[in-house]
C-alpha cells in the first residue's frame, strides 16, 4: 500500500472522525469539509479526475456551505445542557461496530475474487460527455427533474410563511 | 495520478469506504443535534461513492464509465437531498425552536 | 516571416531554462523537479505582479478620484508596495479573546492555497501551463467554489457581527454569480469541445486574413466576455459588488478582525483571486497567449497573456473608480433575475450559431436575439419601479 493511499486515508478518517465527535457544530462541519477534500484526492488517486473536482465542486463548494448556513441559521452555537451525544449512544455504537465487522469481514473474504491491478482507464472528459448525452441520458434528465423538485421544495419549505390577516 | 511504489489494491479502498460509512451510521445514531445525523448521512452516502469508484476503476470494463456515471449521479442526489433535508431542519427550528432531536417528539405543533 | 529561431527560443525562453535546469538531475526526478519549478515559478511570479496591481489600483482610482495616489515612496510613488508590505508584517497581531483560534488562523491560508492553486491551469504562453488537465476549467471552478468556504471560516470564528453579517453576504453573494459564472463558461465549452484551457487557446488561434479568432468578436462571445466580467468581478468581491467588505458599511466585512499578516494574506489572496479571473477572461475569451493580429506573432506568447491581463485588471480598477457600490438586494437581483436568464439565453444562441452554418445570417440572428433580449429584460426589470427620466441637481 502506498504511503500517499495511507496519508489520504488517514485524512479522510480522522475528518470522519473529528466530524462525529467534536463538541461545537462549526467544527464538526469544518471537519467534515476536510473529509470530503479527503475523499476528493481518493478519487484523483483512482483516476476518476472528473468525479474528483466534481466532488470539490458540489461537497465542498455547496453541501458544506449550505450545513454551516444551517447551523448559523439554526443557532447552533448554544450547546445542549446535556451534552451532545443522546442517551443511548452505546447502543448506536454498537450498532456502527456491528455494521463495519460485517463489511470488513465481506471484504477481506472476497478479496481473491477480483483482480488486483487492472491498466489505468484512458478516460476523457468527452468520453463522459458522450456518455452522458448517449447511454445515460434518461438518468440525466431524471436527476434534472429530480433537481429542480428539490430547489422548489426548498424553497418553499424554508421560506417564510406570510402572515395571514386576522 | 498512479501511485509511486506499491499500488494499492482494491481491498484498501473498500476498507476506507467500510469504515468511513460505521463512522457515519455512529454519527447519525449517536449525536442529539438535526444537523449532525444530516452530515453523518452524509459521510455515509460520500462512503459509498468512494466504493462505486474503486469498483468502476478495478473493475472488468472501465471504458464502460458506469461506476463514475452512478458516483456522478449519486452526487447530484446527495446534494439535492442535502439542500431538502437543511430546509426541513430550519423551518423545524422555526416552528418549535429548537434541533435537538429528543427534544422534538410530539406530531402536536 | 514571424517564427525565425530567435523569437521562437524568445517565446519559449522559459521552458528552455526550465529544461536546462532540470538537466542536472538524475532523469527519474526530472517530471518531478520540472513542476516544482514551475509553482516556484508562479509563486514568484503572480506575487510580483499582485504588486504591480497594488501600485496602479491606488494611483488609478487616486487619479480617477481627482487626487494623486501614494507619491511619497520613491518616483511617484512606485516603491508603494514594498512599504505596504513592512507595515503588514511588522503590526501587532491582535486576535479578539473571544475568537475561535484554530480557524481563525486557519482561515487566510485555507484562502491563500485555494487562490494559488488555481493558477496551476492557466496556460501563461505556448506551452506554458504548469498541468495540462483534461478537465482544467472545471478544475479551477472547484478552487474558486473552495475559497468560499474560507469567507465562512472568517467571518464565523471573529464572533463579532458585523463580521458574521458580512460572511454571510459574501458567500450569498459569491454563490449566486458562481452560477453565472459556470454558465458564462458553458458556451465557451461547446463551442471548443474541450474542458482543457490549452485546447480551447488552441481553438482560438488561428486567424482570417488578419482577424483573429477570439471567442469575444463573436455575439455570443461578447454576451459572455461580459457576463463573465461581471460575474468575476462579484466572485472577487471587487466594487461595484463589494458590500461584504465595504468601509463605509460594514466596517470591514469578514475580515474586521484581522490585523498584521492575517489581513496582507487576505488582501493578497483578494488580489491573486482578482488576478486569476482575469487570467480565465483571457483564456476563454480573448484567446490566451495568442496574438491580436496574424503579423504579430513574432512577440513572445507570455507578453500577449500579461498584457491581457493587465488589460483586464485596469478595466476592473476602472470600474472600482467609477460605478457606486451595490446594495446586497440589488446585487441578488441582478444575479438571478437578469444576469442568469440572459446567460442561459447565450447557451441557446450559441447552439443556435453552432448549428447554422457559416454566413452573414447567423451573425445577424444571434446578434439581433443577444440585443433584444438585453433591450426587453432592462426594460421589464424597470416595468414596475415608476422610475422617471433621471434629474440633476447641481449646488448652487
Redesign the interface.
Given at each position: 500500500?502506498?504511503?500517499?493511499?495511507y496519508l489520504l486515508?488517514a485524512l479522510?478518517?480522522g475528518g470522519?472522525?473529528a466530524?462525529?465527535l467534536l463538541k461545537y457544530?462549526v467544527h464538526?462541519?469544518l471537519a467534515?469539509t476536510v473529509?470530503?477534500a479527503g475523499?476528493a484526492l481518493?478519487?484523483?488517486?483512482?483516476?476518476?479526475q472528473?468525479?474528483g473536482f466534481?466532488?470539490i465542486l458540489?461537497?465542498i463548494g455547496?453541501?458544506a456551505i449550505?450545513?454551516v448556513?444551517?447551523?448559523l441559521?439554526?443557532?447552533?452555537s448554544d450547546l445542549?445542557k446535556?451534552?451532545?451525544?443522546?442517551?443511548t449512544?452505546a447502543?448506536?455504537?454498537v450498532?456502527?461496530?456491528a455494521?463495519?465487522a460485517v463489511?470488513?469481514w465481506a471484504?477481506?473474504q472476497s478479496?481473491r475474487a477480483?483482480?488486483?491491478?487492472?491498466a489505468?482507464?484512458?478516460?476523457t472528459v468527452r468520453?463522459?460527455g458522450n456518455?452522458?448525452v448517449g447511454r445515460?441520458v434518461l438518468?440525466l434528465e431524471i436527476?434534472a427533474l429530480?433537481?429542480t423538485a428539490?430547489?422548489i421544495?426548498?424553497?418553499i419549505?424554508?421560506m417564510?410563511e406570510k402572515e395571514r390577516p386576522r | 495520478?498512479?501511485?509511486?511504489?506499491?499500488?494499492?489494491?482494491?481491498?484498501?479502498?473498500?476498507?476506507?469506504a467500510?469504515?468511513?460509512?460505521?463512522?457515519?451510521?455512529?454519527?447519525a445514531?449517536?449525536?442529539?443535534?438535526a444537523?449532525?445525523v444530516?452530515?453523518?448521512i452524509?459521510?455515509m452516502l460520500?462512503a459509498a461513492?468512494?466504493n462505486l469508484?474503486?469498483f468502476?476503476?478495478?473493475?472488468?470494463h472501465?471504458?464502460l464509465?458506469t461506476g463514475?456515471?452512478f458516483?456522478?449521479?449519486a452526487?447530484?442526489?446527495?446534494?439535492?437531498?442535502?439542500?431538502?433535508g437543511?430546509?426541513?431542519?430550519?423551518?423545524i427550528?422555526?416552528h418549535t425552536n429548537t434541533?435537538?432531536?429528543?427534544k422534538i417528539n410530539r406530531m402536536k405543533g | 516571416m514571424a517564427n525565425t529561431r530567435l523569437f521562437v527560443n524568445l517565446d519559449q525562453i522559459f521552458i528552455l531554462i526550465r529544461d536546462w535546469l532540470v538537466g542536472f538531475l538524475p532523469t527519474a526526478f526530472r517530471p518531478a523537479a520540472g513542476v516544482v519549478l514551475g509553482a516556484i515559478a508562479i509563486v514568484c511570479v503572480f506575487p510580483g505582479l499582485f504588486a504591480v496591481v497594488v501600485i496602479l489600483e491606488r494611483k488609478g482610482v487616486g487619479r480617477i478620484q481627482n487626487r494623486y495616489g501614494p507619491n511619497r515612496v520613491g518616483p511617484f510613488g512606485l516603491l508603494q508596495p514594498i512599504a505596504d508590505a513592512v507595515k503588514a508584517l511588522i503590526k501587532e497581531d491582535i486576535v479578539p479573546s473571544r475568537a475561535d483560534p484554530v480557524v481563525h488562523f486557519l482561515a487566510p491560508i485555507v484562502l491563500l492555497v485555494t487562490v494559488f492553486m488555481a493558477f496551476a491551469v492557466l496556460p501563461v504562453g505556448r506551452n506554458m501551463v504548469l498541468v495540462d488537465m483534461d478537465a482544467g476549467l472545471l478544475f479551477f471552478i472547484a478552487m474558486g467554489a473552495a475559497t468560499e468556504l474560507s469567507v465562512f471560516m472568517a467571518g464565523w470564528s471573529s464572533r463579532n457581527k458585523y463580521s458574521m453579517l458580512g460572511a454571510m453576504r459574501g458567500i450569498a453573494q459569491m454563490i449566486s454569480y458562481e452560477v453565472v459564472l459556470v454558465l458564462s463558461t458553458v458556451s465557451v465549452v461547446m463551442i471548443s469541445g474541450s474542458l482543457s484551457l490549452t485546447r480551447i487557446i488552441a481553438a482560438q488561434n488561428s486567424y482570417s486574413g488578419i482577424f483573429p479568432h477570439w471567442y469575444i468578436f463573436t455575439p455570443w462571445g461578447a454576451a459572455g466576455f461580459l457576463a463573465f466580467s461581471i460575474a468575476g468581478m462579484a466572485e472577487t468581491n471587487r466594487s461595484p459588488f463589494d458590500v461584504p467588505e465595504g468601509e463605509s458599511e460594514i466596517v470591514a466585512g469578514y475580515h474586521t478582525e484581522y490585523s498584521g499578516f492575517k489581513f496582507a494574506i487576505f488582501f493578497i489572496a483578494e488580489y491573486l483571486s482578482m488576478i486569476s479571473i482575469s487570467g480565465l477572461c483571457a483564456t476563454l475569451f480573448l484567446g490566451g497567449w495568442s496574438a491580436p493580429l496574424s503579423f504579430l506573432t513574432f512577440i513572445p506568447s507570455w507578453i500577449w497573456f500579461f498584457s491581457k491581463v493587465i488589460l483586464s485588471l485596469f478595466v476592473f480598477i476602472w470600474v472600482r473608480g467609477t460605478l457606486p457600490r451595490l446594495r446586497q438586494d440589488q446585487l441578488m437581483n441582478f444575479a438571478w433575475k437578469f444576469l442568469l436568464p440572459y446567460t442561459l439565453l447565450n447557451l441557446l444562441v450559441t447552439a443556435l450559431w453552432r448549428f447554422m452554418g457559416e454566413g452573414w445570417l447567423r451573425w445577424v440572428v444571434s446578434t439581433a436575439i443577444l440585443a433584444a433580449a438585453y433591450v426587453l429584460m432592462g426594460r421589464l426589470g424597470l416595468y414596475r419601479k415608476h422610475i422617471g427620466p433621471r434629474s440633476y441637481r447641481y449646488a448652487e
Open positions: 500500500m502506498s504511503p500517499i493511499f486515508a479522510t478518517i470522519g472522525l466530524a462525529v457544530l464538526a462541519a467534515t473529509a470530503f475523499l481518493l478519487y484523483l488517486e483512482l483516476d476518476a472528473f468525479a466534481a466532488q458540489v461537497y455547496a453541501v449550505l450545513i448556513f444551517a447551523i441559521l439554526t443557532r447552533g445542549p446535556d451534552g451532545v451525544f443522546s442517551r449512544w447502543l448506536g455504537l450498532i456502527a461496530a455494521v463495519f463489511l470488513g471484504v477481506l478479496v477480483v483482480p488486483q491491478q487492472t489505468v482507464p484512458a478516460v468520453d463522459i456518455a452522458l445515460y438518468p436527476v429530480l433537481l428539490a430547489t421544495g426548498a424553497v419549505v424554508a417564510h | 495520478m498512479t501511485s509511486v511504489g506499491v499500488s494499492t489494491p482494491l481491498a484498501g479502498y473498500l476498507l476506507v467500510a469504515m468511513l460509512f460505521a463512522i457515519g451510521l455512529a454519527g445514531l449517536v449525536r442529539r443535534n444537523i449532525m444530516l452530515i453523518g452524509e459521510l460520500n461513492n468512494l469508484i474503486a468502476w476503476r478495478f473493475g472488468p472501465p471504458e464509465l463514475m456515471m458516483a456522478i449521479f452526487i447530484a442526489v446527495a446534494a439535492a437531498e442535502a439542500a431538502v437543511l430546509g426541513l431542519v430550519i423551518a427550528h422555526r434541533t435537538e432531536l429528543d | -
